[in-house]
Nanobody
């Protein structure tokens, strides 16, 4: 049984900062990709950032230079540091861990609201 638990969401003013954390527990293959998705009301779920065990990092263009993803593979923790937040960043943020062709696990989501 695998559990994915996010924390750190909240309400901030435009230009503010938040840090999201995700802890994954259970039994799973250690070679994987951990990342963050988000879904705003009325929009499709969007991939925000990923960090693979091999060190490869990905960011969607809209967050480059503002968000930083990092992971501690030994502790199965992935962190998303967000600065210079914009109202369009408002969404439910979901933590994800996956191994292509093997498994995908999702957290319950944490709400990020950025006021203008």
């Amino acid at each position: 049984q695998v559990q994915v638990v996010e924390s750190g969401g909240g309400v901030v003013q435009a230009g503010g900062s938040l840090t999201l954390s995700c802890v994954v527990s259970g039994s799973f293959k250690s070679d994987n990709v951990m990342g963050w998705y988000r879904q705003a009301p009325g929009k499709q779920r969007e991939l925000v950032a990923t960090a693979a065990t091999g060190g490869t990092i990905y960011y969607v263009d809209s967050v480059k230079g503002r968000f930083t993803i990092s992971r501690d593979s030994a502790k199965n923790i992935v962190v998303l540091q967000m600065i210079s937040l914009k109202p369009e960043d408002t969404a439910v943020y979901y933590c994800n861990i996956r191994r292509l062709g093997a498994y995908t696990y999702w957290g319950q989501g944490t709400q990020v609201t950025v006021s203008s």
